[in-house]
């Protein structure tokens, strides 16, 4: 039997162990991961915590409606066993008329593919020595880490995670005008926590100026690595600095994880450029879901 539960009623020691023991375990299911980033969310539960869907949401005119917080790569159905997966979302669209929400890359349904959009990340297999991934890089990719050597590019993995925010700000971010302040803050709380659960790490990239000339942040979970958030500096992009960053990144964590997610794209040339490196597609759903017909525009503005 699935229940919906609110946050306030959950057993969280129950839900966390379902999201560390299941199948599809990734960090952005834990409910400190939701309690960070989320206006607020409930969870289906199926039984006592077998299987649970967390769901963030929000309320627009008394009407509440599930969607994606930023920073939030991942989330869906999290088993410990293989559980009919249909029929969480016959619970998911009882509860709510509309839904915008991606699911991890392990969540397949057999029932209303007509609300399920493909969509796509990046990854990198870590199992062979970082000498061997570097020979997969393109010809690009190496022609970047020189000029990155010639320019005299430093890592630091010891940065105070405002430094990022603030590269991410004026530069990705003013090409997002979604991202609120707001979103800002909950960004540094997360970086914070992360750090100090010790799931989280902080690179950042300098020029012989001692310039900030890229960055980005990275989850540890089992044996996986994801890049959260990345920027490089728009006006200075000729000395390879990005390419600097995720090749540094890739080389410390070659040596403890077997996959590096570049938390991707399904746009053409994003993915491209992570290709590059030898990543391949990694295919995931994106649940879309609209039952309100007159308010459709009400929920585009």
């Not at 560390?20 to 989320?38: C, E, H, K, P, R």
């Not at 607020?40 to 599930?66: G, T």
């Not at 970086?191 to 980005?216: F, H, P």
Request: net charge positive.
């Amino acid at each position: 039997m699935i229940s919906f539960v609110k946050r306030k009623d959950l057993e969280i020691e129950k839900y966390n162990d379902c999201i560390i023991n299941s199948l599809q375990s990734n960090v952005f299911g834990f409910s400190w991961y939701l309690d960070t980033i989320a206006d607020d969310w409930s969870v289906l539960v199926l039984n006592d915590y077998e299987a649970v869907m967390p769901l963030p949401f929000r309320k627009k005119a008394f009407i509440k409606y599930v969607y994606p917080p930023f920073w939030l790569i991942q989330l869906g159905i999290y088993s410990k066993e293989v559980e009919d997966e249909n029929e969480f979302l016959i619970e998911l669209f009882e509860n709510f008329k509309f839904v915008e929400l991606r699911l991890n890359y392990m969540n397949s349904f057999s029932m209303f593919s007509v609300f399920q959009q493909e969509r796509r990340i990046q990854v990198l297999s870590l199992k062979q020595d970082y000498e061997i991934i570097y020979t997969n890089y393109n010809r690009n990719r190496k022609r970047e880490l020189k000029k990155a050597v010639i320019h005299d590019l430093n890592e630091c993995w010891s940065d105070c995670p405002t430094v990022l925010i603030n590269l991410f700000k004026e530069n990705v971010g003013k090409r997002v005008k979604k991202i609120s302040e707001k979103d800002y803050d909950r960004l540094l709380s997360l970086m914070q926590v992360c750090i100090r659960k010790k799931v989280g790490e902080l690179l950042t990239v300098y020029d012989m100026d001692n310039r900030i000339v890229s960055g980005a942040f990275f989850l540890k979970h089992k044996k996986r690595v994801t890049e959260l958030v990345c920027s490089s500096d728009f006006k200075n992009r000729k000395n390879g600095a990005n390419t600097f960053m995720n090749d540094r990144a890739i080389y410390k964590y070659s040596r403890n994880f077997d996959v590096f997610d570049f938390g991707g794209s399904s746009m053409k040339n994003i993915a491209n450029y992570y290709k590059s490196f030898g990543a391949v597609d990694e295919k995931y759903i994106q649940l879309y879901y609209n039952d309100l017909s007159k308010f459709i525009k009400f929920f585009k503005r």
